[in-house]
């Protein structure tokens, strides 16, 4: 073999997912093995290698078909959306149909597989071809005798084809102990592609797995795979990088009192919300309200329902006044309503891709999300839900999904272990006290908003959801009755108060008017003594100016000696 | 030309058609094609003496024949005429099996005969 030069030239598959597992594609010039069980898909996968190549890489190629006819193929693909015979018609593609016929056929002597050579030889010269697939070409080990002329003509097969320098896929049926029936994988050692088509707990999964892959690094895991309208899809079918711009636009939530909570203004547009609770919280109510409003504000809202069907669930939101039906009939809310079960979860994601890409919403609501465990392990139900978010995010889709807790599981457990994912987490619970199951509510985290800490009782009204405060009291968070009954409290409280304070003002009014009237007397009292001192004093004056009136006329009158007044006295 | 009736094998004895058409496939010159052109010869001049015609084609000079007559393995010998038609591949040098190839043995002894064989 040549000394590989790095990097290994690759040839893209154009198949979703399978270039980022094998790092850009099956080896170029270089036959690879794909194996696997009758139904696991190996023809199709080798057809879109081939078709994508014709169409999309410039790559012409032939199909040389040892089970089907050309027809056959041609019918078997047209579901895929692939046009064989418009390929074939514009030289990008030959299929040519190998019949092999043991019943019709008599061996007389030696023989070579020099037809098969000139055949397939003149068709990659007729079109220029640059892939080759053959599809099964253990067949001939059931179409013609002498296993042992067949060995050495297959390998001598798999050295041409590399010396042709084409880039082929030989596709060969699993056997019992090893890959394939014939042990084609001792011939083809570049690279090996094993399908499995396997059913666990009812529900078949499509995997895919690269065993081998000499001279390049690949993923070594199992991959799921669909086959779907689009052809194959290998998940992940989005590349997981955390690239997807965030937005710092708003979305309101449906319920003015929520959006106050987030910081006054709702969820960020783009980001993941998830409402987890305990059956019957009413998870599906905050749910149908965000759609309301979306709707409200003319945006599309994709309803994924996996377990009511979409006439129950608007019947019950309707019992909470949100009525939803006028947007269905407007086209601007679509429900997707599907078991769980019904299919692997691959196939749930792509369908769940599709719906959004063709109905491109703004808005993608899950009810609820964890149904999913009951299809899968948890593990792939995360990687399936890391896809889905990843997509919604680099869409700028708002999702909202629900998460049923389980009975007695802690609040912020998730099944699935998608807590890291979300964005905004609201959790409702019950709680049960005074005989009474009463709801509450409370956001447990909103990345990039202050949001409120506050825990409030949530009720279903008529009217729909509404939030109310709650009280927390020496019993714990009152709730239902005992909140109401608290209310009441407070309210006779608060009378009380207000009696007790206008009496206090009263009776300070009253303490003001008596000192005073005590001032005004003790003033009287006080100005009737001022009055008859006053009195007293002028009428002692009165008299003392009478006396000295009368001495002086009395010594005029004796007519005393006026400078010996005072000597004269003894 | 009349078509020989159906099951024509069970009944070897059957007259012949006029002309056999037979096609060899080979691809070049090698060592096998040209063992099986001359085993056809011998086996056309032994059973069919002036009733044969054999047609060589070389795929290498025309590659696109291959795909009509659904040829794989090299030498291949095809009877074109009478119908059905019958293929017999390798170098035709077990001559029994390119007379039952050929409907000129009955299926059923020669099956017989191998066993014994």
Redesign the interface.
Known sequence: MNPEKPPLPKSPTGIQGLDEITGGGLPTGRPTLVCGDAGCGKTLLAMEFLVRGATRFDEPGVFMAFEETGAELAQNVASLGFDLDALIAAGRLVV?Y???ERS????????????????L???IDSIGARRVVLDTVET?FAG?PNPLILRAELRRLFRWLKERGVTAIITGERGAGSLTRQGLEEYVSDCVIMLDHRVKDLISTRRLRVVKYRGSTHGTNEYPFVIDSDGIAVLPITSLGLGHSASTERVSSGIPRLDAMLAGAGFYRGSSILVSGTAGTGKTSLAGHFAAAACGRGERVLFFAFEESPSQIMRNLGSVGIDLAPWVDKGLLQFQAARPTVAGLEIHLTTMHKAILEFRPRIVIIDPLNSFISGGNEIEVKAMLLRLLDFLKMNQITGFFTNLTAGGSALDHTDAAISSLIDSWLVLLAIESGGERNRAFSILKSRGMAHSNQTREFLLTAQGVELRDVYVGPGGVLTGSARLTQEAQDAAAQLARRHEIARGQRELEHGRATLEAQIAALRTEFAIQEADTLALIERHRAQEAQLEKERADMAASRKADTPDTDGGQP | MTTPPTGVQTHPDQDPPDIWTLRLYVAGQTPKSITAFGNLKRICEEHLQGRYQIEVIDLLEHPQLARGDQILAIPTLVRRLPEPVRKIIGDLSNTERVLIGLDLLPRASARSTTDVN
């Open positions: 040519d190998v019949y092999i019709e056929i008599e061996e007389t002597g030696e023989f070579d597989l020099e037809g098969l050579f000139v055949r030889g003149y068709a001939l013609l």
